[in-house]
């Protein structure tokens, strides 16, 4: 009798063991799921992030733009004033 009262302990220890490697396997396939969610958003923050600046790469190359068009159309203002002074110098007595 105290032969299976031994292998009776001996497999509810094994048991034992044998759920202590289910519950951690099954934590450590949480843990993994929860970490692919984690690349996952940062991925998707990252790729806004580029988004973004890539955004703001284009306004200011826009704004640029902008910058060198008002300088060409104040050029073109100074000269037409310049020539309108001209003209008007020469209706003075």
């Given amino acids: 009798m105290d032969a299976i009262a031994d292998i009776s302990q001996i497999i509810n220890h094994i048991s034992d063991i044998s759920n202590t490697i289910a519950s951690s396997v099954e934590e450590q396939t949480a ?3 929860e970490i692919n969610r984690i690349f996952g958003d940062t ?8 988004n973004n600046i890539n955004g703001i790469a284009q306004a200011a190359e826009d704004t640029s ?8 159309a104040a050029s073109e203002l100074s ?6 002074q001209k003209l008007v110098d020469q209706f003075k007595y």
């Fill in 65 to 72: 733009n902008g910058i060198g068009q008002n300088q060409e």
């Fill in 31 to 33: 843990t993994k799921a």
């Fill in 43 to 50: 991925a998707k923050g990252s790729n806004e992030i580029t």
């Fill in 79 to 84: 000269n037409m004033a310049a020539d309108l």
